[in-house]
């Protein structure tokens, strides 16, 4: 797996286990559009590309011109192999020159109970740039990030002594393993669940950077 596309893998699942079973996430390699990396339970599995395939939708905007240009493509309607209808989402992985190196992919199989570009917003774009975004779904994934907050923290903590500096800093590892602090105000509320404050929460983040 590309090193773009690996700096996603652990976003793939964290989205995969926000969005539930209703969703398929995956990543493509720009090299070899016609295969996929689909999240499982193991990981990633690797499969043909299903309705993309078919639509040859990847290639166009490898190909293209006005669609490379875009950042993602959001809710449009497909089918898979057999006939089932699916809305689904690309986000563009593009390595440091601006080149599309790979596509995050979201397949929305069943309902419209969530709108996947309010999802990718509130997840992957810049405060003022989501101004007018959904409030419920805000507040479904702030949610969702509290309690995988918490659960490292009680995981990592000592009931009966104070955490030392080497506990908090695996602390602080993991949720950067699991992708947390790509999530719009992670640090804060980490801050907040842990009581650590922001100043130490970035002195270690910085110091799992640097390993």
């Known amino acids: 797996m590309k090193k773009e596309l690996l700096q996603y893998a652990s976003f793939a699942r964290f989205l995969k286990d926000a969005l ?9 390699d ?6 996929e ?7 990633f599995s690797e ?4 309705g993309f395939t078919e639509s040859g939708l990847l290639t166009d905007i490898l190909s293209g011109t006005e669609l490379k240009k875009r950042d993602y493509i959001c809710s449009f309607s497909d089918s898979e192999k057999d006939g089932t ?4 989402s690309i986000f563009y992985i593009r390595d440091g020159e601006g080149k599309i190196s790979g596509f995050l992919c979201i397949y929305e199989n069943r309902g419209d109970l969530y709108m996947v570009r309010e999802v990718l917003d ?4 810049p405060e003022e ?6 409030e419920r779904i805000e507040a479904e994934v702030n949610s969702l990030l509290k309690e995988r907050i918490v659960e490292v923290w009680n995981r990592h903590r000592s009931s009966d002594s104070k955490m030392k500096k080497a506990e908090k800093t695996a602390f602080v590892s993991e949720l950067f393993e699991m992708g947390i602090f790509r999530m719009k105000g992670a640090a804060v509320q980490v801050s907040e669940v842990t009581g650590i404050s922001l100043a130490s ?6 110091e799992v950077l640097e390993e």
């Not at 539930?20 to 493509?28: F, I, K, N, S, T």
């Not at 990396?37 to 990981?43: K, N």
């Not at 499969?47 to 299903?50: A, L």
Request: aromatic letters at 6%; hydrophobic letters at 30%; glycine letters at 10%.
């Open 201 to 206: 929460i970035y002195r270690y983040l910085s």
């Open 122 to 125: 509130q997840l992957l774009l």
């Open 30 to 35: 720009a090299d070899i559009p016609d295969r």
């Open 47 to 50: 499969s043909d590309t299903g």
């Open 85 to 88: 209808e699916q809305k689904n």
């Open 129 to 134: 740039q989501t101004a007018g975004g959904s």
């Open 20 to 28: 539930g079973e209703r969703y398929r996430v995956a990543l493509v």
């Open 37 to 43: 990396l689909t999240v499982s339970e193991q990981g």
